[in-house]
C-alpha cells in the first residue's frame, strides 16, 4: 500500500511537472537562435560578403551550424576571430585573408556618368544620386565593403584608407619600460 | 561670513608652487610674428572656416562658423592677412594636426565694429545665442560650450549656482590674477548667468591659499550689491574639480553618470564668467585668455595672451633657463608635454609649465601594484583606481566599467599617492578611448545592419509591387480579351463558342503572353521612334556642293551597305548547315 502511495505521489509529480515544463516551452519560446544573434553582433556588419556568404547574417548563421569556419572575416581581423572563438569555444586560427585598414570609399564625382550601378551594389544605401545624375558616398554610412567597385563602368570610385585624426585617436597602452641594468665590472 | 562646509573623501596635497607667478601684475603679451587658430577648441561640432586665404581680417571676426548647437564659434584674434587655413598640429596629447586658420598680424590690432548689448533688454534664447557666436566656452579646462548650460532644467529647480575660482592645480594662478585684478567684470559675468538660470543662491568658490582674490570678489560683490556668497574652501586637490566643489559648498553628492544639473546645481568658472560679461557688453568675442608662465623660468606671470600664439614665442617672454626641454600645458597633476613647442595657445590653455628634469624629476620604474589601498583613498570620486587598473592592464574592458571607470576624472591623486609609481591615470585613459573606439564601432554596425536589412526589405517589397502589377494587366487583358471573344462568340455561331468555353484557361494565359508581347512590342517601338526622332544636328544650313557630296556618299555607302547585308545573309544558311 504504501509502495503504491509512493507511486502515485511521485506519478503525480511527474504530470505536474511535465506540464509546467510543457507549459513553458510553448509560452517562453525563444525565436530563433540566440547563438546566431551573438555571432552577428561580433561581426562587423559590413555586408561585404568576403566570407562568400551573402552578409553577415548568413555567415553567423553558417558558423552556428558549424559549416564555415571562423577566420573568414577580415573586416573583423584578428581581434574579430578572437572574439569569435572566445564565444564559440573554438580554436584561434589566424584571419584567412590579409586584413586591410578601415576605409572608405570616395566617388570622382568628376568623372561619374550618372549610371546608378553602385547605389543597387552598396548593401548598406551609403550612397545617395539618381540616374544620370551626379552620385556621392555618405562617409559615415560607409562600411568599405569595395562592393560598388567591380559595378562602376568608369572606374571613378577609389578606397580611401581613414587615417587617424583627432576624434579616433586612441590612448596607447602604457609601455612598461625596462632599462638594462648597468654592466657589473666583472670581479 | 560663516557657512557650513562640506568634505569630499580623499584628495592629496602636493606643493602648490603657486606664490612664484603671482608677484607681477598680469601683462600683456606682444603679437606674436603669425597666429595658427585651430577650429575644434570646444567641446562639440568642429566649427566650419568661413575665411581663405588672402582674406583680410579684423580683430573678433569670425573665422569658423558654430556647427549645431554643442559648438562655439572661433574669431580672429587680431587684424591681420589669413595666410593658409590648413593642417597644423594641435597641442593635444596625440601631435595629430587639425584644420587651423593661419593669421599674420599687421600690428595694427584693429577691431571689428564691437556692439555692447544690455542684456537686460534681451531674451534669454538672445543672450545664448550671443554667447555661442562669441564663442564662449568654460576655460577652467573642459571647454563645453557655456550658452549649453545656461538653460535652466524644466524639471529640477535651480538651487545653487557654483562659481568655481578654486584653482586647485599647482603651478596656476590665472584665475586668482583675474579675481584680483577684474573681480568687478567677473562679478558681473556672475550677474548674466544668474538671471538666465534663476538660482536661490549664489557660491562663489575660491581656495583659501588666495585670500586675496577671495578680498577683491567679496569687495567687487559688495560694491554691486549683489547677494553672492564668496566662500573660502579649505586647500585641498582637487577640490576644484566641478563635482568635489559642488560636494564642498552645498554638500549634494552628484551620483555616478547623472549630472549636477539633476540635483539642481549648475558650475562655471571664474574665466567663464569673465569672458561672457566681456562677450555681452563689450561685444567682444573670445579672443584672447590669462595664461600662466611658469616652470623653469626666470620671471613666472600672468599674461593676457591671444588665443592662437605659438607657445614657444610666449615662453620666450618669461625667459625660460637653458636647460628648459619641454612644455607643459595645463598643470602637473593634469597636463600634458604638448608635442612640439610650437603648438598654438588654445582656449583650454590655462597655464604653460617649462619643464626640465631639475623641477621634475623623472620617475623610476614602474613597480607591481602591491594593493595597498593608498589610491582609493585618495580618490576624490571614491573609486576603487586598482581594481580598475588590473581591469584595464588586462583589457577586461568591461569589468572596467562595472567599477564606474567613465567617473574617473583623471585627476592624478591615485599615482601621486602611488607607492610602486604606477601610471594608473594612463592606464584608464587607455581604457576609456578603447571602450569609446568600440561603442563607435558598435554604433556604426547597428546602423550598417538596419541600413543592410532595409535594403532587403525594401527589394522585397519592390519584387512583390511588380509582380503584383504585372499580374494586374494581365488580368486586365485577360479580361478584355475574354470580352473580345465573347463578342465575337455572339457575332459568329454558338457551336463555336462552346467548343471554345472549355479552353478559357488556355485562352487566359495566351492572353497573358499576348499582352507581355504586346508591352515590349511597344516599348520597342517607342525607343524605335526616339532613335529616330534623334537627328544629326549638323546638317542643317548645308552648302548646295556640301549637300551634294553628302549625297554622293550617302549612295556610296548605301551600295556598301547592300552588299554588306547580302553576303552575311547568303553566308548565314551555310554556316548551319555545316553545324
Redesign the interface.
Given at each position: 500500500m504504501e509502495i503504491l502511495l509512493a507511486i502515485a505521489i511521485m506519478a503525480l509529480g511527474a504530470v505536474v511537472l511535465g506540464a509546467a515544463l510543457g507549459f513553458a516551452s510553448i509560452k517562453f519560446k525563444v525565436e530563433g537562435d540566440p547563438l546566431v544573434e551573438k555571432i552577428?553582433a561580433i561581426?562587423?556588419?559590413?555586408?561585404c560578403g568576403q566570407c562568400s556568404y551573402p552578409?553577415?547574417k548568413p555567415y553567423a548563421e553558417a558558423i552556428a551550424k558549424g559549416e564555415a569556419d571562423i577566420n573568414k572575416c577580415p573586416p573583423g581581423g584578428a581581434e574579430g576571430v578572437q572574439r569569435l572563438a572566445d564565444l564559440l569555444g573554438r580554436e584561434v586560427k589566424p584571419l584567412d585573408a590579409e586584413e586591410k585598414p578601415k576605409s572608405v570609399a570616395i566617388i570622382d564625382e568628376n568623372t561619374c556618368i550618372g549610371c546608378t550601378l553602385c547605389i543597387q551594389a552598396c548593401?548598406?544605401?551609403?550612397i545617395v544620386g539618381a540616374a544620370k545624375q551626379m552620385h556621392t558616398i555618405i562617409a559615415?554610412?560607409c562600411?568599405g565593403c569595395e562592393l560598388c567597385l567591380p559595378p562602376c563602368p568608369v572606374e571613378c570610385i577609389r578606397m580611401e584608407v581613414i587615417g587617424?585624426?583627432?576624434d579616433?585617436?586612441?590612448?596607447?597602452?602604457?609601455v612598461?619600460?625596462?632599462?638594462a641594468a648597468p654592466l657589473k665590472e666583472a670581479a | 561670513m560663516l557657512m557650513n562646509l562640506f568634505k569630499f573623501k580623499g584628495g592629496v596635497k602636493p606643493p602648490t608652487n603657486k606664490t612664484q607667478s603671482v608677484t607681477l601684475p598680469i601683462a600683456v603679451a606682444p603679437l606674436p610674428s603669425r597666429l595658427v587658430v585651430p577650429l575644434h577648441q570646444s567641446i562639440g561640432g568642429t566649427p566650419r572656416p568661413v575665411v581663405q586665404a588672402g582674406d583680410k581680417v579684423l580683430k573678433g571676426q569670425l573665422i569658423g562658423e558654430a556647427d549645431g548647437w554643442i559648438s562655439a564659434a572661433v574669431h580672429a584674434p587680431t587684424s591681420g592677412t589669413v595666410l593658409e587655413v590648413a593642417m597644423h598640429v594641435q597641442p593635444h596629447p596625440s601631435g595629430l594636426d587639425a584644420l587651423c586658420v593661419v593669421i599674420e598680424p599687421d600690428g595694427k590690432d584693429e577691431w571689428i565694429a564691437r556692439e555692447p548689448l544690455d542684456y537686460a533688454s534681451l531674451k534669454p534664447e538672445e543672450v545664448r545665442e550671443r554667447l555661442q557666436q562669441s564663442g564662449v566656452v568654460g576655460l577652467g579646462g573642459a571647454v563645453f560650450p557655456t550658452h549649453g548650460k545656461l538653460t535652466p532644467a524644466k524639471t529640477v529647480p535651480m538651487d545653487e549656482l557654483v562659481i568655481n575660482g578654486a584653482e586647485c592645480e599647482p603651478f596656476i594662478t590665472c584665475d586668482d590674477l583675474l579675481m584680483r585684478e577684474r573681480a568687478e567684470e567677473v562679478v558681473r559675468g556672475i550677474g548674466i548667468f544668474r538671471d538666465l538660470l534663476q538660482p536661490k543662491k549664489v557660491l562663489i568658490g575660491i581656495e583659501d591659499n588666495k585670500p586675496e582674490a577671495a578680498a577683491a570678489m567679496r569687495a567687487a560683490v559688495d560694491a554691486l550689491k549683489e547677494p553672492f556668497l564668496v566662500v573660502s574652501v579649505p586647500t585641498l586637490y582637487p577640490a576644484g574639480g566641478a563635482k568635489q566643489l559642488i560636494r564642498v559648498l552645498t554638500g549634494k553628492e552628484v551620483p555616478a553618470s547623472k549630472r549636477s544639473t539633476d540635483l539642481g546645481v549648475q558650475c562655471f568658472n571664474v574665466a567663464t564668467a569673465y569672458t561672457a560679461w566681456r562677450a555681452i557688453a563689450h561685444g567682444e568675442p573670445v579672443v584672447s585668455r590669462l595664461v600662466t608662465i611658469t616652470g623653469n623660468v626666470h620671471e613666472p606671470r600672468n599674461y593676457e595672451v591671444l588665443i592662437g600664439t605659438p607657445m614657444d614665442e610666449l615662453l620666450k617672454l618669461a625667459t625660460p633657463h637653458p636647460d628648459t626641454d619641454g612644455i607643459i600645458m595645463g598643470g602637473p597633476m593634469m597636463g600634458f608635454l604638448v608635442p612640439q613647442a610650437s603648438v598654438p595657445v588654445v582656449k583650454a590653455t590655462n597655464c604653460l609649465i617649462a619643464h626640465a628634469d631639475r623641477l621634475f624629476p623623472p620617475k623610476a620604474p614602474e613597480m607591481p601594484c602591491i594593493r595597498c589601498g593608498s589610491c582609493a583613498e585618495a580618490c576624490p570620486h571614491e573609486l576603487q583606481p586598482f581594481e580598475m587598473y588590473w581591469f584595464s592592464r588586462a583589457k577586461n574592458f568591461g569589468k572596467t566599467q562595472e567599477y564606474h571607470i567613465f567617473d574617473c576624472i583623471e585627476c592624478g591623486c591615485c599615482s601621486f599617492v602611488c607607492p610602486s609609481r604606477i601610471p594608473l591615470v594612463q592606464y584608464f585613459r587607455f581604457a576609456k578611448s578603447e571602450i569609446w573606439a568600440r561603442e563607435r564601432e558598435k554604433k556604426a554596425s547597428d546602423g550598417a545592419k538596419a541600413r543592410f536589412e532595409f535594403k532587403q526589405m525594401r527589394e522585397e517589397r519592390e519584387k512583390a509591387e511588380k509582380a503584383e502589377k504585372l499580374a494586374k494587366a494581365a488580368a486586365a487583358q485577360a479580361a478584355k480579351k475574354a470580352a473580345e471573344a465573347a463578342a465575337a462568340a455572339a457575332e459568329g455561331n454558338a457551336a463555336e463558342a462552346e467548343a471554345a468555353a472549355p479552353e478559357t484557361p488556355a485562352v487566359a494565359v495566351d492572353a497573358q503572353k499576348d499582352a507581355k508581347k504586346a508591352t515590349i512590342e511597344a516599348a520597342m517601338a517607342r525607343a524605335k521612334a526616339q532613335r529616330e526622332a534623334v537627328q544629326p544636328k549638323n546638317i542643317e544650313a548645308l552648302k548646295a556642293a556640301q549637300q551634294q557630296e553628302i549625297d554622293q556618299i550617302e549612295a556610296r555607302r548605301q551600295a556598301a551597305h547592300l552588299s554588306e547585308a547580302a553576303e552575311p545573309a547568303a553566308a548565314a544558311p551555310a554556316s548551319e548547315k555545316t553545324e
Open positions: 552577428e561581426l562587423p556588419q559590413t555586408q552578409g553577415c548593401p548598406v544605401d551609403a559615415p554610412l562600411t587617424e585624426n583627432i579616433n585617436w586612441k590612448w596607447r597602452y602604457p612598461v619600460e625596462i632599462k | -
